[in-house]
């Protein structure tokens, strides 16, 4: 593929655009205040990749080269519109010393202490793909501090690698763990809220 690009493959680089564009703009949404910026965005990503490929090294992925250039374009592109701040400077949200599940949901002694008081419920598969438990879903993303949000949005939406994400992000495999850890504890309440109400 990146011979192809070098090579000037106009059928390579429509394959890339196919492949990687609708994620791209959900990754840019993520730093930008609306759609026609986010668009704005991956264009200017583009053009970054097309400019950059001959000093691409291949020291990542292609795939990890390119969702690179995007979150720096669109981080710059955030803060200039005044929606965003540096990844970096959102390593605290405020909830660090907030246990990702509540204790109550533990053992608290005996020979089973810190085991599932009652194990998680069940999440039926049926009714997660029905059009309501998605749109709770993604609210419930939504609703995430900005960090865990691109982190599970990238490993859970976009199924990116953990390396892939690290990468991509610029955080360390310890910091994107307790990240994920997190925004899928938040999210698998929300859920399990929502199993309750519709029960």
Same mark, same amino acid.
């Given at each position: 593929? &990146?011979?192809?690009? =070098? @090579?000037?493959?106009? *059928?390579?680089?429509v394959e890339l655009l196919r492949r990687y564009g609708?994620?791209?703009?959900?990754?840019?949404?993520?730093?930008?205040? #609306?759609?026609?910026? @986010?668009?704005?965005?991956?264009?200017?990503? $583009?053009?970054?990749?097309?400019?950059? !490929?001959? =000093?691409?090294?291949?020291?990542?992925?292609?795939?990890?080269?390119?969702?690179?250039? /995007?979150?720096?374009? @669109?981080?710059?592109?955030?803060?200039?519109?005044?929606?965003?701040?540096?990844?970096?400077? /959102?390593?605290?949200?405020?909830?660090?010393?907030?246990?990702?599940?509540?204790?109550?949901?533990?053992?608290?002694?005996?020979?089973?202490?810190?085991? $599932?008081?009652?194990?998680?419920?069940? &999440?039926?598969?049926?009714?997660?793909?029905?059009?309501?438990?998605?749109?709770?879903? +993604?609210?419930?993303?939504?609703?995430?501090?900005?960090?865990?949000?691109? %982190?599970? #949005?990238?490993?859970?939406?976009?199924?990116?690698?953990?390396? +892939?994400?690290?990468?991509? !992000?610029?955080?360390?495999?310890?910091?994107?763990?307790? &990240?994920?850890?997190?925004?899928?504890?938040? %999210?698998?309440? *929300? /859920?399990?809220?929502?199993?309750?109400? #519709?029960?």
């Amino acid at each position: 593929m &990146l011979r192809s690009l =070098r @090579a000037g493959d106009e *059928a390579a680089f429509v394959e890339l655009l196919r492949r990687y564009g609708p994620s791209m703009l959900r990754i840019a949404r993520l730093y930008v205040p #609306t759609r026609a910026v @986010a668009e704005e965005v991956v264009q200017e990503a $583009w053009l970054g990749v097309l400019s950059g !490929l001959d =000093r691409f090294e291949g020291r990542s992925s292609l795939k990890t080269w390119i969702f690179r250039i /995007l979150t720096n374009r @669109a981080k710059t592109r955030g803060e200039r519109e005044g929606r965003t701040v540096p990844f970096s400077a /959102l390593a605290a949200d405020g909830d660090e010393d907030e246990p990702a599940v509540d204790p109550d949901r533990f053992l608290g002694s005996g020979v089973a202490q810190g085991h $599932w008081a009652a194990a998680p419920r069940a &999440l039926p598969e049926e009714r997660l793909l029905a059009g309501e438990a998605r749109r709770r879903i +993604e609210a419930a993303i939504a609703a995430l501090p900005p960090n865990q949000r691109t %982190v599970i #949005t990238l490993r859970d939406v976009e199924g990116f690698g953990a390396e +892939e994400a690290c990468s991509v !992000l610029g955080i360390s495999e310890t910091n994107q763990r307790v &990240l994920l850890h997190r925004a899928r504890s938040k %999210v698998r309440a *929300a /859920l399990e809220d929502y199993l309750e109400e #519709t029960s």
